[in-house]
């Protein structure tokens, strides 16, 4: 299935079924607060993300908290959020060591989840965050 696929490909890491179910809350509590359109797609394009990590952690048993519409609409979203994301990080990594594999799919725009990225990945926080907010001017990212 391609979101499986979609999922190996990023890499992320697999954990707890607990820790999936409290993810999966915290995005549905984000959803709940979120305000606006493009804001409200983006959340539940975050709870879709959440859900199907957990399906490819394999947690079957999860039942997907939005209806077949908004679920759909949250992918369309989804993929292209992600993605960006991902390359966005891959390329922060290879200008800082041609060897390093940065993953990561969080809000590049945080710079306390740049940090907590750096120290993940064993790079130098300062020039890690300096160089993404450099490079945030002219890479195209979804909110």
Same mark, same amino acid.
Request: aromatic share 18%; hydrophobic share 35%.
């Given at each position: 299935?391609?979101?499986?696929? &979609?999922?190996? &490909?990023? %890499?992320? #890491? ?19 607060? *979120? ?11 975050? /709870?879709? =993300?959440? !859900?199907?990590? *957990?399906?490819?952690?394999? =947690?079957? +048993? @999860?039942?997907? #908290?939005? +209806?077949?519409?908004? =679920?759909?609409?949250?992918?369309? =979203?989804?993929?292209?959020? !992600? ?5 966005? @990080?891959?390329? /922060?990594?290879?200008?800082? %060591?041609?060897?390093?594999? /940065?993953?990561?799919?969080? +809000?590049?725009?945080? #710079?306390?989840?740049? !940090?907590?990225? *750096?120290?993940? +990945?064993?790079?130098? #926080?300062?020039?890690? /965050? ?7 001017? !002219? &890479?195209?990212?979804?909110?």
């Amino acid at each position: 299935m391609l979101i499986q696929k &979609w999922h190996s &490909w990023l %890499d992320m #890491p697999k954990f707890c079924e607990q820790w999936h179910k409290d993810d999966i809350a915290d995005e549905l509590q984000e959803l709940k607060e *979120a305000c606006g359109f493009f804001k409200r797609w983006s959340e539940k394009s975050d /709870v879709v =993300y959440t !859900y199907t990590r *957990a399906k490819w952690s394999g =947690y079957k +048993n @999860f039942k997907c #908290p939005l +209806n077949f519409f908004e =679920y759909i609409f949250g992918l369309l =979203y989804m993929f292209p959020k !992600y993605t960006l994301r991902f390359l966005f @990080f891959l390329h /922060v990594g290879k200008c800082i %060591d041609k060897t390093k594999r /940065v993953k990561g799919i969080r +809000n590049p725009k945080k #710079p306390k989840k740049l !940090y907590e990225m *750096a120290k993940e +990945n064993k790079i130098d #926080p300062e020039l890690f /965050v300096k160089l993404c907010q450099k490079k945030l001017k !002219y &890479w195209p990212l979804l909110p």
